[in-house]
């Protein structure tokens, strides 16, 4: 049995991590920690909550003690590090609290992973540390850290503390860089599923600058296998760009959201561009696939289908977040468990 601590368990790619793991093997102890903020929902984990090997745990990454006592009580052999900050509109209201969880939570893990050992450390890092490209070209591992928002700034920035803590004390750390993610339990402020909420509401479709600014986008479960075969077969002190070469301008993927709910492209509105918009993301994965055999296993026209497909099916999900309504969730189903 390996005691794993996951935190940021309960956003987007995290529950999407836990729920995943917990239906495909017994002998991982998960630990989730994660400060619920805005962005965190306990619905998305309604199954895994009935596993006996997973715990949920209410608190901040950058509270030294709680960590600590986390470290001594549960002795965690593997920590991967989903919490952040994670929107970039966030980020330019507003940049301290991306400093704050992004790079000085990060360097609280890392500290106490250091004080009390470690089997394995993964960072989840971004393929927005490499800032933008041009019309050609892709990340490689080696493409220069260039960031330009004040979230993958943060991201970096924790990336790098990372790698630091590997080559100055000899940390078993893992970076993974991965692209644009897509799926279930996605917070509607993300194009993709705010593109699709809107629609089904026939409400306006607010698509920045020329619409011409491209992603690479992935399937979650597909960069969630990356994850978790890089924890096993990673190198430490390496970092792997994880990609599955779907790069497209955001107004094709609004247009093909329309086209698959049936609604009018009238519902498309240009509005004024993001400051500092990176351009162009686009990945090479061959290290990851040459040296830990990964491979996406969803193509994006499928993938897409699916998604809107569960967006559609799972409207009380998101009607519960436009309300404010999830944010209670915690409160009915967890008020006796806060440690
Ligand atoms: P998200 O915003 O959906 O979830 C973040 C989670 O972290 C939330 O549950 C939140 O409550 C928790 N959290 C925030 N601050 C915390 C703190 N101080 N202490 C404990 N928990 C805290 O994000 P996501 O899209 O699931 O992204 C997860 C990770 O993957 C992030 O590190 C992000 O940078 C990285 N990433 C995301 C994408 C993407 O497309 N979404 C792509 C590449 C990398
Ligand atoms: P987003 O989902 O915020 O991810 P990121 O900025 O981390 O890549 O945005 C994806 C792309 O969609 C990005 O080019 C900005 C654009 N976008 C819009 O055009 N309209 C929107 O309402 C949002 C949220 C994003």
Known sequence: MKNILITGGAGFIGSNFINQILTNRDDWQIINLDKLTYAGNLENLKESDKKSNYTFVKGDINNFELV?????????DYVINFAAESHVDRSILGSAIFYQTNVMGTNVLLEVAKKYGIEKFLQVSTDEVYGSLGTTGLFTESTPISP??????????????????????????????????????????????????????????????????????????????????????????????IGASSEMPNIEIIKMILK????????????????????????????????????????????????????????????????????????????????
């Open 68 to 76: 600590e006592y986390l470290f001594q009580k549960y002795k965690f």
């Open 260 to 339: 698959l709910l049936n609604k009018s492209e009238e519902l498309i509105q240009y509005v004024k561009d993001r400051p500092g918009h990176d351009r162009r993301y686009a990945i090479d994965s061959s290290k990851i696939s040459n040296e830990i055999g990964w491979a996406p296993l969803n193509s994006f026209e499928n993938a897409i289908a699916m998604t809107v497909e569960w967006y559609l099916k799972n409207q009380a999900w998101w009607n519960r977040i436009i309300t404010g309504e999830y944010r209670n969730y915690f409160n009915v189903q967890y008020g006796e468990r806060l440690i």
């Open 148 to 241: 330009n928002s004040p979230y993958s700034a943060s991201k970096a920035s924790a990336d790098m503390m990372a790698l630091s803590f590997y080559h100055t004390f000899g940390m078993p750390i893992l970076v993974t860089r991965c692209s644009n993610n897509y799926g279930p339990f996605q917070f509607p402020e993300k194009l993709i599923p705010l593109m699709i909420i809107n629609s089904l509401n026939d409400k306006k479709l607010p698509v920045y600058g020329d619409g011409l600014n491209v992603r690479d986008w992935i399937y979650v479960d597909d960069h969630n296998r990356a994850i978790e075969l890089v924890l096993e077969k990673g190198k430490f002190g390496e970092v792997y760009n």
